[in-house]
Nanobody, 127 residues
């Protein structure tokens, strides 16, 4: 069993930055794929970004590419989402998700791919 805990959310003005963290605890694996999803009120949960901890490949949704950066620490148990040039439409609850083992690239973008989920952290971007 893997536990995920997000932190770093908050209130920021448009154009500002936030850095989200997700710490994995319990039974951990070097082959994790860690991802960020977000869900705005009344909207479905959508893919934001992902990183393969073993290989280091990164993936981004079109809506955040060029503004957000996903990264891992050296211990490979924490993933960060650096969010720059934030927009009001980025406002959502951000969830960390993890999958143990390999996936096909096309599976990375689906929430059903992921086995473990954090409780979410609120990001609010004011206009």
């Amino acid at each position: 069993q893997v536990q995920l805990q997000e932190s770093g959310g908050g209130l920021v003005q448009a154009g500002g930055s936030l850095r989200l963290s997700c710490v994995a605890s319990g039974r951990t694996y070097s082959s994790y794929i860690l991802a960020w999803f977000r869900q705005a009120p009344g909207k479905e949960r959508r893919f934001v970004s992902a990183i393969a901890l073993s290989g280091g490949s990164t993936y981004y949704s079109d809506s955040v590419k060029g503004r957000f950066t996903i990264a891992r620490d050296n211990a490979e148990n924490t993933v960060y989402l650096q969010m720059n040039r934030l927009k009001p439409e980025d406002t959502a609850v951000y969830y960390c998700a993890a999958r143990v083992g390999l996936t096909f690239v096309q599976q990375i973008f689906s929430s059903s791919t992921y086995e473990y989920w954090g409780q979410g952290t609120q990001v609010t971007v004011s206009s």
